[in-house]
């Protein structure tokens, strides 16, 4: 197993900007990615740092606008490949396929925001292109949705997605799990199945 730690949007737009993270609380977030980034390079693991790009002038993650910056905690490390995208999945309009192929890439382990929109976007997308996919439930976060279709806070959404995800589409575990080379410890469909 090949496996690459995918850090998805940890962008100040997610700290300081318009859309703060609010579960996991964003700081104890931050720090398991960067464990999980520290952890990935110790073990050879590749890392692939994602950031998320809005058209100029954008009210969000306009590119070149202090919000749009990657956090510190993934700026100041070290990574193999960097990706630029515009929609949500990291798969969509990106070289992240054909580089993850290119390094025999079997095994994906996502970390970063948000849960509910470029996490959900890319899990599904790297299990449809036949990757086994792993999520760090402490090291991604969501915020709390209101709208025509209703209202749900940021807790729900993340812990909704979790079990969703672990339900047929990845093995969902900690970061602590995760940096000592455990096999985490979320259910999968077989498990669900019999609850």
Partial sequence: MTNALII???????????????????????????????????RGAKVVVVQHDAPEGAPIF?????????HEVVADRPHDHLVHKTKASSFADTDLGEWLDANGVTTVTLAGFMTQNCVVATAF???????????????????????????????????????????????VGTTAEWAKGEALTGSNLV???RA
């Fill in 8 to 42: 998805i949007d940890v962008q100040h737009e997610y700290t300081t900007g318009r859309l703060p993270i609010s579960h996991p609380p964003v700081d104890d977030a931050l720090a398991n990615i960067a464990t999980a980034i520290d952890a990935a390079a110790a």
């Fill in 62 to 70: 306009a590119p070149g606008t202090e919000t749009w910056q990657n």
């Fill in 125 to 171: 997308d790297a299990d449809a292109r036949g990757l086994a996919v792993e999520i760090l439930s402490d090291a991604t976060g969501a915020i709390g949705l209101s709208n025509a279709a209703g209202t749900v806070d940021a807790r729900t959404v993340h812990e909704t997605l979790m079990t969703v995800f672990a339900s047929n589409i990845a093995t």
């Fill in 191 to 193: 498990e669900s199945v």
